[in-house]
């Protein structure tokens, strides 16, 4: 097994209790020679938007070939698939609800299964609880060890696969309307409005009454007050300058956020 991929972890299991560790056992009792990076544990519960988020800004940063597992699932044990998708430049392990929804729209599905063939399970009647643990965590050891994709389980067609319904930004008569897509720890506020809308030109956020400048640094405005820029993922967030923009501007998933673009 010396020709071994590498595999990633992101859940909702927190770090107070021992989801995370009795997957990597899993894995290790497979393949103690794979090697496991952990993306996040700590995406709010049931967020499948949080963790599609975040797979999707995170995957471009790993070798070619790596196992990317996802595990933010509460339709567990119920009707939805277990499923593996193999894409241009890796693969991706976990549940069939949405988590997946960025890479797939991004990028080009070579093949994908439902993960229908129990010998590649911890057990052939896993829990109805713990999916991680006994499908998707042995699942990916096999396949990071080099078995083939397609023994995994019986093909599913690209296109059936769940994509959550994700809006684009809006042109309107002073801009761009979007809206909240995600809330990092440090309270930024992160928008689905693209870096690119408002490269090289003079622009602020709209809020209600209020106007956020935009900016290229936190620096640019005093300490406590609000800012907005393109953050390292390339998307325009709004911040506070060494404070927490979600807390002090009431602003909440899926809030809608106004780009005024000014007259060249």
Request: net charge neutral; charged share 15%; glycine share 10%.
């Amino acid at each position: 097994m010396s020709d071994t991929h590498l595999i990633t972890l992101l859940s909702d299991f927190g770090l107070s209790d021992v989801y995370v560790g009795v997957m990597k056992g899993v894995i290790a009792q497979i393949n103690p020679a794979l090697k496991i990076i952990d993306l996040t544990h700590q995406i709010p519960p049931q967020n499948i938007a949080a963790a599609q988020f975040n797979l999707l800004n995170a995957y471009p940063y790993f070798p070619t070939g790596t196992v990317h597992v996802g595990v933010v699932d509460p339709g567990v044990g119920g009707a939805r698939r277990s499923i593996a998708i193999q894409l241009e430049d890796g693969f991706l392990v976990g549940p069939d609800n949405g988590i997946f929804t960025g890479l797939l729209l991004q990028k080009t599905v070579l093949q994908a299964v439902e993960l229908t063939h129990t010998e590649y399970w911890r057990v052939r009647q896993p829990s109805n609880t713990f999916h991680g643990r006994d499908i998707f965590a042995p699942v990916a050891a096999h396949l990071a060890s080099g078995v083939p994709f397609g023994q995994l389980g019986q093909p599913i067609d690209p296109t059936t696969l769940v994509k959550l319904s994700i809006a684009d930004p809006t042109p309107n008569a002073t801009g761009y309307l979007g809206h909240v897509q995600y809330i990092d720890r440090f309270g930024n506020v992160i928008t689905n409005i693209p870096g690119k809308i408002v490269e090289n030109k003079k622009w602020a956020i709209a809020l209600g009454r209020h106007t956020i400048p935009g900016c290229r640094t936190y620096s640019e405005v005093s300490a406590s007050k609000p800012l907005a820029l393109v953050g390292s993922h390339g998307w325009v967030e709004i911040a506070v300058n060494g404070g927490d923009a979600h807390f002090q501007l009431r602003l909440n998933w899926n809030a809608p956020v106004q780009v005024v673009l000014s007259p060249d």
